[in-house]
C-alpha cells in the first residue's frame, strides 16, 4: 500500500522560505517518479513541482521552488523560496507525474501539510 507522508508545513511570512519533507513508504520509491501538487481555497488541485527516478532535481512550476529525493531515505523534498500570500495552499506528495487537471487528481497523495504565508 502507498503510504505518503507531508510534513514541514507552516505560517511563514512573504519572502519566508520552507522546506517540505514527504516519508514514503509501501513501494519502490527509488523507481518512482514523485509530484509535488497544491490546492488552495476554492482552488483546483494544481501541479507544483515533479522528479524522476533517476533525477536529484527535477522541474517545477516556479524558480523560486525546487524538488529534490533522497532515495536512501525514500523522502521527496520541495524547497520553497520568496514566498509569497499567493502560495498559501496545502501541499501534497504524489506519486507519479501529471500536469493537467485530470492527470494529477488519480495519483496517490497523502494527507497534505498546510502552507500559509501571511504577515
Known amino acids: 500500500e502507498v503510504q505518503l507522508v507531508e510534513s514541514g508545513g507552516a505560517l511563514v511570512q512573504p519572502g519566508g522560505s520552507l522546506r517540505l519533507s514527504c516519508a514514503a513508504s509501501?513501494?519502490?520509491?527509488?523507481?518512482?517518479?514523485m509530484s509535488w501538487l497544491r490546492q488552495a481555497p476554492g482552488q483546483e488541485l494544481e501541479w507544483v513541482a515533479s522528479?524522476?527516478?533517476?533525477?536529484t532535481e527535477g522541474n517545477s512550476a516556479s524558480n523560486r521552488f525546487t524538488i529534490s529525493r533522497d532515495n536512501a531515505k525514500s523522502t521527496l523534498y520541495l524547497q520553497l523560496s520568496s514566498l509569497k500570500t499567493e502560495d498559501t495552499a496545502m501541499y501534497y506528495c504524489?506519486?507519479?507525474?501529471?500536469?493537467?487537471?485530470?492527470?494529477?487528481?488519480?495519483?496517490?497523495r497523502g494527507q497534505g501539510t498546510q502552507v500559509i504565508v501571511s504577515s
Open positions: 522528479i524522476g527516478s533517476g533525477q
Open positions: 509501501g513501494f519502490d520509491f527509488a523507481r518512482s517518479a
Open positions: 504524489a506519486k507519479g507525474i501529471g500536469l493537467s487537471a485530470d492527470k494529477i487528481a488519480p495519483l496517490p
